[in-house]
């Protein structure tokens, strides 16, 4: 609880002191801040008050961005799909897809039609989901899209932590 994202900054041979970016209010926290590959922005869970906490499935957690440079940090709407969809972990892809978008995959405890039904389940079964967003999006605003389910996972296995690996076919 009480968690903030802060950064450090190279200065000659050491180190700044800390730039606060978001701090901690009311009970929520923020965690588990992820770079964009261009450095443009830093994703991070917003963790709100659950009975459970640290088991992966706070229905309260979304996911929010920052600018490194500061300034009013902005929840992603479109991608988060509404409230208490225990959103969590982001992880950015390491480069960015055609048009310049840039993937970002997180765990949600959302609901996916008949496969995975989590709602009202005292053990919800986390899944990987994935946003695209856009980097011309005006500052300020929501640069996430509509989510989707990420294909052939078990829909019985609780998958947390999405992870991109860069594959190159010769």
Do not use: C
Request: aromatic share 12%; no cysteine; proline share 11%.
């Amino acid at each position: 609880i009480n968690g903030r994202i802060a950064q450090w900054l190279a200065v000659g041979n050491g180190w700044s002191m800390p730039d606060v970016l978001v701090e901690a209010r009311d009970g929520w926290s923020a965690d588990r801040p992820s770079y964009s590959p261009n450095g443009q922005y830093i994703a991070y869970n917003w963790l709100g008050p659950s009975a459970n906490d640290g088991m992966g499935a706070n229905p309260s957690s979304e996911i929010w961005i920052v600018l490194p440079s500061g300034g009013p940090p902005v929840r992603l709407d479109k991608a988060n799909g509404g409230m208490l969809k225990g959103n969590s972990w982001p992880k950015w892809a390491p480069n960015p897809g055609g048009n310049g978008m840039m993937w970002l995959a997180f765990s949600s405890i959302r609901d996916y039609g008949n496969v995975v039904q989590n709602e009202g389940d005292d053990t919800p079964t986390p899944q990987i989901w994935v946003t695209a967003i856009d980097p011309n999006a005006p500052e300020g605003t929501d640069p996430s899209a509509g989510a989707f389910w990420l294909p052939y996972q078990n829909p019985a296995s609780g998958n947390h932590i999405p992870y991109w690996a860069v594959y190159e076919k010769n």
